[in-house]
C-alpha cells in the first residue's frame, strides 16, 4: 500500500505554541500535499509541495520535503486553538491520475 | 463560487440494501474523486471520474460504482451493502485531472445496520 503514516497519532499543545507532525511515504512522488480536517467533516487543502521543492511556506505553515527519507513534516506557527483539527499528507501516484494517497493522520488538539 | 455539495448528508440503510450518494462539484471544475473513510482503513481512494470517463479505480470490489454527468456531477451507487460500508463517503473535486489541489465536500455519512 502507499498510504503514508503521521506522526505523532495526536499531539495537544497549548495555544501559541508551535506544532509539528510528520509524515512518511512509501513511493516514488511527484507532489505531497498536507489536508486538515475538521471533526468528521470534509477536507481543507492547506499546501502542496511538489517533489523538487525542499520548502514552502503559507501564512502560519511551513511544509519541509526530504525524497531522499520519503518524509514530510508540517510546522504550524503560534497555534489557535481553531487549528484544532486532524492534519493528514497526501501523496500521488505518480501516474497523472488524481487519485491521492492519505496518511493515517495526526490529531491535534490546541487548549486555549 | 459554492463549493463541493454532497447530498445527503447522512443516511441509514440495512444490509443488503443499495445506496446512491451524490457529489455536484465546484463550477468549471471536471475531475471528481470518491474517497472512503473508516477509523479502521483511514481514508481510501473509490474513482475518480473526468469527462464522463471512470479514469482510475482504488481497490474496491465491484459492488461500488460511480458515474459523472455531462455537467460533471457525480454519483456512486453501493449494491447490496455490507456493515463494513459504514463510513463518511468525501467526494473532491478539482480543475483538470492531474494532481492538482482537490477540493472536497462535507461527505456523506452513510450507516449501514
Known amino acids: 500500500s502507499q498510504q503514508g503514516e503521521e506522526d505523532p497519532q495526536a499531539l495537544s499543545i497549548q495555544e501559541g505554541e508551535n506544532a509539528t507532525m510528520n509524515c512518511s511515504y512509501k513511493t516514488s512522488i511527484n507532489n505531497l500535499q498536507w489536508y486538515r480536517q475538521n471533526s468528521g467533516r470534509g477536507l481543507v487543502h492547506l499546501i502542496l509541495?511538489?517533489?523538487?521543492?525542499r520548502e514552502k511556506h503559507s501564512g502560519r505553515l511551513r511544509v519541509t520535503l526530504d525524497t531522499s527519507k520519503k518524509s514530510s513534516s508540517l510546522l504550524i506557527t503560534a497555534s489557535r486553538a481553531a487549528d484544532t483539527a486532524s492534519y493528514f499528507c497526501a501523496t500521488d501516484a505518480r501516474t497523472g491520475a488524481n487519485n491521492l494517497f492519505f496518511g493515517t493522520g495526526t490529531r491535534l488538539t490546541v487548549i486555549p | 463560487k459554492a463549493g463541493v455539495t454532497q447530498t445527503p448528508r447522512y443516511l441509514i440503510k440495512t444490509r443488503g440494501q443499495q445506496v446512491t450518494l451524490s457529489c455536484s462539484p465546484i463550477s468549471g471544475h471536471r475531475s471528481v474523486s470518491w474517497y472512503q473513510q473508516t477509523p479502521g482503513q483511514g481514508l481510501q481512494f473509490l474513482f475518480e471520474y473526468f469527462s464522463e470517463t471512470q479514469r482510475n479505480k482504488g481497490n474496491f470490489p465491484g459492488r461500488f460504482s460511480g458515474r459523472q454527468f455531462s455537467n460533471s456531477r457525480s454519483e456512486m451507487n453501493v449494491s447490496t451493502l455490507e456493515l463494513g460500508d459504514s463510513a463518511l463517503y468525501l467526494c473532491a473535486s478539482s480543475l483538470v485531472q492531474g494532481i492538482n489541489e482537490q477540493y472536497f465536500g462535507p461527505g456523506t455519512r452513510l450507516t449501514v445496520t
Open positions: 509541495i511538489r517533489s523538487n521543492e
